[in-house]
Every structure is written in structure tokens, then in C-alpha cells.
């Protein structure tokens, strides 16, 4: 295998731990969790790992700045802010929405990292005109960053492309290779499933690795990302490593439904009660925190899944991806405080 080089933005092998309560909780076989909410760099997460490639790729290749998209409260760009502060690059957010006057959650930590965080209002563009008024400004971006010497190495959406994914395939043989759990059998390893890179990454891992567990994708989208791009995605990755392994449409296994998603109802980062329910469950049988973005909701089709016997018994490991700081925004914080108020004395 053609191997891609890669630096310590955080730190990778990590965790994997049993949640004993959970498993007596359910009584269906055994439960673990992989911790990569504990990858360190700027509160951790899963695109630590991405990173680890795509800032390698941007020094090597002479890149001073790094430029990503996300969402309001994306995770990705605040590691990828993280990640340049850490190796002295500039770095650049393009958000789609207006400028919030209250930095919350991700995008205080965005600030305080010193991320040039740019919002594009698209507010009554169709889909087609906002993604060409988002290109528009990153191209103009761009451009000027040229005449002032700079060379920026844009980073699409969620760090999935297929340098990002190597991450994910990596993660692969660090859970076969870890020692302290070489001897249990993991039949299943459940993860939230955005914008795929994580998804194509562990696909593909697990086939070229002979992984004896499979890959069961959680949608967070009620739209999912497209199965199609997934494929390509890992199938790109294994022509650019210059393997023979392929993944094809029958490897994927998202649950939910491909279009309006039960899981991902009532939407990206929104919550509904059983949603949040799930949430205080692994809070209060573990003491591990989940976000209501992605993990909340991949824990949430977890248990539906286990409620309707879908592991029959197996072992499952769930893949904490992290997504913290997104909890302590208003609109989630509301909807805790209402839910949980009986847990408050005055005296
Ligand atoms: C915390 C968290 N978990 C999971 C995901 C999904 O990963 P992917 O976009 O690679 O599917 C993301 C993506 O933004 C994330 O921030």
C-alpha cells in the first residue's frame, strides 16, 4: 500500500473502553466505545484524524493557509483552526448564514484560536444560487490571499476527501491492533454518518484490514449523504493507495432510511425528547458525554436498533466522535434545562 505521510496534530490511538452499565442496561451482548471524542487537539474529535493527513499534505506542499466550510456550529472547522494555530498556518472558516451576534459553542472556540471565521448570507437563494454565492466569495478568497503571497489549500466540507478518509481507514487497524481488547469479538461498529469521510474511511479499513466486524452508518442528515459518493469516495482512496480492495454499494449499511431518515428526524442539530433521552442515558449509566448533533443521534438509532433486536446479541462498539462544545449553544441548553429542571434545589 501507498502509504500518506502524517503528523501529531492530536493524539490517535485512542481508548477503546466497555461500558459495563450499558451492557447490563440493554443485556443483549456486549457494549463498547471507542473514544475519539479524546484525540485531544482543541476539545478533540473525529476529524483530529483527518487532520493528521490533510496538515501534513499542506506543509509538505508549501500551503500557509488553510481554508474549510461547515455549518454554524462545525466541529471540522474548529479543529481545522486548531490544527493551524498548532503549525503556525492562517486559517480561514466559511460559514453559510448570517453573522450571530453571541459567538456560542464552536465558534467562541473558533475566535479565541484566532480563525478568520467569514459569513456568507444566503438567505432566500435557492440551493444551486447559495452554493454559487459560497464558491463565489471562497474563489474571491481565494485570489486575493494570491496577490498577498499567500497559498491557501482549501478543505472541503468535513475534511472528507480521500486524504481525510485515510484517517478513518487507519482507525481501522488501530482497533485490530489494540492490545488490551485483541481477544474480545466485536461484531459491529457503529458511527455517525455526515458527510461520509469517517464512513468511506472505516469501510474501506474494514474490508482491506479483514476487520470481523462491520460498519453500520447512523445518518445525522434526514437527507443522507449520498451512498453513491460514499463508494467513490473509499474507491478513490483505494486507487490513490494503490490497493486492490473496492467497496460497493452491499458493503454500505446505513440505517434509518436513505431519504427522510428516522434517526436524523426532526433535522441537522435539532433534537427531539428521545433524542436527548438517549443522551442522559449514556450521561447517567456512564458518565460520557454525547453531542445532540452526532453522537446523540447515532446513540439514539443505537438503541432503537437494540430495542428492536437488530444485533441479535452481538457485540457492538460505538464510535464517540466528539462534538462538544456544539451542546453549549442556547437553543440545546434550553432544551436540557426544560427537560431537567426537576434536578434543581433551592434552598
Ligand atoms: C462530532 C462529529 N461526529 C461525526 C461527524 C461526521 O463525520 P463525517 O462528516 O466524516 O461523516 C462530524 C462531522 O462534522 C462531527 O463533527
Redesign the pocket.
Given at each position: 500500500m501507498q502509504e500518506l505521510n502524517r503528523i501529531n496534530v492530536g493524539r490517535i490511538n485512542t481508548p477503546i473502553e466497555k461500558l459495563n452499565n450499558l451492557t447490563k442496561y440493554f443485556n443483549k451482548g456486549d457494549i463498547y466505545i471507542k473514544r475519539d471524542?479524546l484525540t485531544g487537539l482543541a476539545m478533540g474529535?473525529?476529524?483530529t484524524r483527518?487532520l493528521d493527513y490533510l496538515v501534513n499534505y499542506a506543509l509538505d506542499n508549501g500551503y500557509n493557509t488553510l481554508l474549510t466550510y461547515?455549518a454554524m456550529q462545525?466541529?471540522?472547522g474548529r479543529l481545522t483552526i486548531g490544527a493551524a494555530a498548532k503549525y503556525n498556518l492562517n486559517s480561514i472558516l466559511v460559514i453559510e448564514g448570517k453573522a450571530p451576534e453571541l459567538l456560542e459553542g464552536n465558534l467562541a472556540l473558533d475566535a479565541m484560536m484566532n480563525g478568520e471565521i467569514v459569513f456568507v448570507d444566503t438567505e432566500d437563494l435557492a440551493e444551486e444560487e447559495a452554493k454559487n454565492k459560497v464558491q463565489e466569495v471562497v474563489d474571491n478568497i481565494i485570489y486575493e490571499r494570491k496577490q498577498q503571497n499567500d497559498k491557501v489549500l482549501a478543505i472541503p466540507?468535513?475534511?472528507?476527501n480521500t486524504i481525510?478518509?485515510f484517517g478513518?481507514m487507519q482507525c481501522i487497524k488501530e482497533i485490530i491492533d489494540d492490545e488490551e481488547w485483541k481477544d474480545e469479538t466485536i461484531d459491529y461498529l457503529v458511527?455517525?454518518?455526515?458527510?461520509?469521510?469517517?464512513?468511506?474511511g472505516l469501510v474501506l479499513g474494514a474490508k482491506y484490514y479483514k476487520a470481523n466486524f462491520v460498519i453500520v452508518?447512523i445518518p445525522?442528515f434526514v437527507e443522507p449523504?449520498d451512498v453513491h459518493e460514499c463508494v467513490k469516495l473509499a474507491n478513490n482512496l483505494a486507487i490513490e493507495l494503490d490497493i486492490e480492495t473496492r467497496v460497493t454499494i452491499d458493503d454500505l449499511i446505513i440505517e434509518g432510511g436513505l431519504h427522510n431518515n428516522r434517526f436524523a428526524l426532526p433535522g441537522y442539530g435539532k433534537t427531539n425528547k428521545e433524542q436527548r433521552e438517549a443522551m442522559y442515558l449514556m450521561a447517567r449509566q456512564e458518565g460520557i458525554i454525547l453531542?445532540p448533533?452526532?453522537?446523540g443521534k447515532?446513540f439514539y438509532g443505537f438503541c432503537e436498533l437494540m430495542n428492536e433486536n437488530y444485533f441479535s446479541n452481538s457485540n457492538v462498539m460505538l464510535l464517540h466522535?466528539?462534538?462538544y462544545p456544539?451542546l453549549f449553544t442556547s437553543k440545546h441548553i434550553k432544551d436540557i434545562s426544560d427537560d431537567l429542571k426537576d434536578c434543581i434545589k433551592q434552598y
Open positions: 471524542d474529535g473525529n476529524k483527518k461547515g462545525t466541529n471540522h466540507m468535513g475534511g472528507s481525510g478518509a478513518y458511527c455517525p454518518y455526515g458527510t461520509a469521510g469517517t464512513y468511506a452508518g445525522v449523504f453531542d448533533v452526532y453522537t447515532m466522535t466528539g462534538g456544539g
